[in-house]
């Protein structure tokens, strides 16, 4: 009884291998053609990525000379700002030392921006 079994299974195994077997040599050409557009639409999508990713370092590179070149500009401002305060602090002491008076440094600092907020 136990090598009918065998038998059987045995048969029933060759008979089920044989025709995968021959499916499957005839179907390589398909699986070759499936693994070629798949690796083309990979291809693709890899080359998308990469041209926004580029986009996106290009983009934020720009930014970046934008806020250095705006910290630039401020920088410039302020230093113009405090040479011009200290030139009217200068002015300020001067007329101030001619007729004698003395002021303090806070004092000549609300004195000129007080002159140059009229």
Do not use: F
Not at 17 to 25: H, M, Q
Request: hydrophobic share 45%; proline share 1%; aromatic share 2%.
């Amino acid at each position: 009884m136990i090598s009918a079994a065998r038998l059987v299974s045995s048969r029933i195994a060759r008979s089920n291998l044989a025709p995968r077997a021959v499916t499957a040599v005839g179907s390589t050409r398909q699986m070759n053609a499936l693994g070629d557009k798949l690796a083309s639409k990979e291809k693709v999508e890899e080359d998308r990525y990469i041209r926004a990713r580029e986009a996106e370092l290009a983009e934020a590179k720009a930014k970046a000379a934008g806020a250095e070149a705006k910290a630039k500009e401020l920088e410039a401002k302020s230093a113009e700002l405090v040479a011009k305060n200290n030139a009217a602090m200068n002015d300020v002491a001067n007329m101030l030392a001619t007729t004698g008076d003395v002021v303090s440094e806070a004092g000549l600092a609300n004195l000129v921006d007080w002159k140059h907020s009229s």
